[in-house]
């Protein structure tokens, strides 16, 4: 659990969901709208939990990228049409 909340912080979705829970829930204080702070309040803990609405780790933005450990040679062929 503290991986999850201290490691990750660089996803921009993460990052964006933060800002957005925080946003709903500070102005559904202010205006006493106690259903859309609770929603708030769930969208700020998915991304500081970094969960996703898929359940656990389903939607969890990868730690490290399985394709990153080894290189792979791309070929190209040239194609030349009829002239």
Known sequence: MKERLLTG????MRIIRLALGLMVL???LLMGQWFMA???LALAGMAALNYGCCG????AA???RA???K????EYEEVVGKQ
């Open 9 to 12: 912080w660089l996803d921009p």
């Open 26 to 28: 500070y102005q559904s």
């Open 38 to 40: 609770l929603l708030g």
């Open 56 to 59: 656990v780790n389903g939607c």
């Open 62 to 64: 990868p730690l490290k």
């Open 67 to 69: 394709d990153d450990t």
């Open 71 to 74: 290189k792979q040679e791309i």
